[in-house]
């Protein structure tokens, strides 16, 4: 009952003139970055970040979070109109959207998916706002060593989800660690891995990383690809953008269904949100009665799987805000951004916070019926932007890059390290070393040094603290078995995208 | 049996391994100002350090050869690609001594002349219209303190 209040609360906050606008602006700009190839999610919250430090912290984060969940809609959209699935979670959507495109039904599609992407996204705010408060209030009891073989473990677990040998997913975590390691000592004050240089006495800036790893990289990819010399592929012609009563009809159950499932599994650390989707895939095509259709186009198809993806994408809300743990590279870069704006995300975020957390969560409300509302009358504007060609786009990316980078602390030395970035990245993804557990280590390094390091300071060096508490001990257990099925749910979807697309690709 | 000593995973192998000993040898030095062997600065570059070692090695003599080999771009290409990544860098330089204006119509003419092959007075007139539209958002609007250089706008 307290959390309707203070959501309440929350939508008092919202409808205000200005904070409309934000909402607005961040979930349109969302949507473009998702229409758009060549910025993502994460990309698009990094170099908006600085941008954002001229609002107050709820506006700045209220445009962020419009930012994350307008590009999920948005990337619905090429993957239907154009077959280009922008992210691995979009790939389901595309196995029958783009037929019913070719069939002249995109609008059809696009209506369905954005329907239940709405649909999908208010269930799982709902579940937000009934699971994070108790989360946060249950976590209230952990200390240093819960939180450290809780941060630990999910990201192990994390490790095996990017679609990779696990053996480079742990190298590029450990190196993601040795990099967040640079700087002022945690307990000293002495500099580390410096080498005499002031300027590595601060430390790396992890939005110029992001931005690197990101932005510089998936541009750098685009060149070599050649886009700019290849011939725009043509959306399919948009005829009636609302479905009729009998797509509503055949979408509800899946759509359902698709957001039950994507929310629930999408709290475990671990699942993803391409899991979710092909689950939900295969799930409406298991209980339809024509299952002959899918694949030819079959409206549940793509109201399943896109219910999915959003579901699982609000619910990794819950373990961020309730205890700081980011489960995607989106909701990392947003984790540094509250901490960049002064907040501690975990328990205690619902108490000192508590009123810019809850307008937070009434603006995504608020942003999913804007974008519900807009979106589907603004899908023609949205397929004609994919015509921009690259060769402008491209030097777009890499000119906002450089000022992104340098805007952060106002540093020259934050765009180098953006641009060397960039050119790792580009050869990150060229050898297929996965970037995700290098982010989510570079973000979670120094919390995870300063749990263990006040655990052992607590029990006085030796190392059975994390087994002796029975918290810690459980969340150990947990982890295990969390690991188990999460290294299952993975070899399937692995095979499944080799199925349908015939590559590997990074799961997001 | 051949052994290939320069495979991607031989090299990255190697890479790895040298930056576990960086990190131990930055533990090695750290420890002296801690109080204990398991609390102090010195406790996370060690414990990355060796498993960076142990996976380096790993990597290294790691028999399974069955992932596709990757190509990297070649003749063109690569002279795109290498020439944005410079303009980049060159831009950082410039920017100190040109001020914001000069070197960021100058850069994104550059890239748009290599990347979208336009010529050169469209691509020109295309970047003018970005460094405008950036200009306001970011240094009028914004207040972002970029270098003047020898320019005073």
Redo the contacts between chains.
């Keep these: 009952m307290e959390s309707v209040i203070y959501l309440l609360n929350g939508f008092g906050e919202v409808i205000t003139p200005s904070n409309l606008l934000i909402v607005l602006l961040g979930s349109l700009l969302g949507t473009l970055v998702g229409v758009l190839p060549g910025l993502g999610p994460t990309s698009a919250i990094a170099i908006l970040l600085?941008?954002t430090?001229?609002l107050n912290p709820a506006q700045g984060l209220m445009m962020m979070a419009g930012i994350y969940y307008g590009s999920m809609y948005g990337g619905s959209t090429t993957a239907i109109l154009m077959n280009i699935p922008g992210e691995s979670s979009s790939v389901p959507t595309t196995l029958d959207g783009y037929p019913l495109a070719k069939k002249g039904r995109a609008g059809a599609a696009l209506g369905i998916a954005a329907i239940g992407s709405f649909i999908a996204g208010i269930i799982g705010l709902v579940g937000l706002i009934l699971f994070a408060p108790f989360l946060a209030n249950q976590a209230l009891k952990f200390g240093p060593p819960e939180y450290f073989t809780l941060m630990l473990f999910a990201l192990l677990i994390l490790f095996n989800l990017t679609g990779f040998s696990l053996?480079?997913s742990?190298?590029m975590g450990?190196?993601g660690?040795?990099f967040s390691?640079v700087g002022i000592?945690?307990?000293?004050g002495?500099p580390?891995?410096d080498f005499g240089f002031s300027f590595l006495t601060g430390g790396f800036e992890m939005i110029s990383i992001i931005i690197g790893l990101f932005a510089?990289a998936e541009?750098?990819k685009g060149?070599?690809e050649?886009r700019?010399?290849k011939v725009p592929k043509k959306p399919v012609q948009i005829r009636n953008i609302y479905p009729s009563k009998n797509d509503l009809k055949q979408s509800s159950f899946p759509i359902l269904r698709g957001s039950v499932l994507g929310f629930f599994l999408g709290i475990l650390p671990g699942v993803s949100a391409t899991i979710t989707a092909f689950l939900a895939y295969d799930l409406e095509k298991k209980v339809s009665k024509n299952p002959e259709k899918f694949g030819k186009g079959a409206i549940e198809g793509v109201a399943g799987p896109e219910s999915a993806n959003n579901a699982t994408s609000s619910g990794g809300f819950i373990p961020l805000l309730s205890l700081g743990l980011p489960s995607s590279p989106p909701l990392a870069v947003l984790l540094a951004a509250l901490m960049i704006y002064g907040l501690t995300p975990g328990p205690i975020l619902f108490e000192q916070n508590g009123q810019i957390v809850w307008t937070i969560i009434a603006s995504m409300f608020v942003g999913n019926v804007i974008l519900l509302i807009l979106n589907l009358p603004l899908v023609g504007l949205w397929a004609k932007l994919t015509d921009v060609?690259?060769?402008?786009m491209?030097?777009?990316i890499?000119?906002?890059s450089?000022?992104g980078a340098?805007?952060v602390r106002?540093s020259?030395f934050d765009?180098?390290v953006a641009?060397i970035f960039?050119?790792l990245g580009?050869l990150f993804n060229?050898?297929?070393?996965p970037i995700v557990p290098f982010i989510l280590c570079l973000v979670l390094?120094p919390k995870i040094?300063t749990y263990?390091?006040q655990s052992?300071?607590m029990s006085?060096?030796k190392?059975s603290i994390f087994v002796q508490r029975p918290i810690s001990l459980t969340i150990l257990l947990l982890a295990v078995i969390i690991l188990i099925v999460s290294i299952i749910l993975m070899k399937r979807t692995k095979r499944r995208i080799l199925q349908e697309t015939g590559e590997q690709m990074e799961i997001s | 049996m051949t052994f290939k000593l320069f495979t991607?995973k031989k090299i990255?192998g190697f890479i790895?391994i040298l930056?576990g000993l960086l990190?131990l040898h930055?533990a090695k030095t750290?420890f002296p100002?801690?109080k204990?062997?398991?609390?102090?600065?010195h406790?996370?570059?060690g414990l990355?350090g060796i498993?960076?070692v142990v996976?380096?090695l790993?990597?290294f003599f790691?028999r399974k050869t069955d992932?596709k080999k990757?190509e990297?771009?070649t003749g063109k290409?690569l002279l795109?690609?290498v020439s944005?990544?410079v303009i980049?860098?060159l831009?950082?330089l410039l920017?100190?001594f040109a001020g914001y204006v000069v070197s960021?119509l100058i850069?994104?003419a550059c890239?748009?002349k290599i990347?979208?092959?336009?010529r050169w007075i469209k691509s020109i007139l295309?970047?003018g219209t970005?460094t405008g539209v950036?200009y306001l958002?970011?240094i009028v609007?914004?207040?972002?303190?970029?270098p003047s250089g020898i320019f005073t706008f």
């Design positions: 600085p941008v430090t001229v053996k480079k742990a190298i450990l190196l660690f040795l390691l000592g945690l307990t000293t002495q580390r891995f510089i541009v750098l060149l070599e050649n700019s010399l060609p690259f060769g402008i491209a030097p777009i890499l000119l906002i450089f000022v340098y805007s106002n020259m765009v180098v641009i960039g050119v580009y060229k050898f297929r070393w390094g040094e263990f390091l052992l300071e006085s060096g190392l | 991607e990255s790895v930056l990190s930055e750290l100002y801690s204990d062997l398991l609390i102090g600065d406790v996370f570059p990355i498993l960076l996976f380096g790993a990597l790691e992932e990757a990297l771009p290409t795109i690609l944005s990544i980049l860098f831009y950082c920017i100190q960021t850069a994104a890239l748009i990347i979208g092959k336009y295309i970047a970005i950036f958002l970011f609007f914004l207040k972002t303190p970029f």
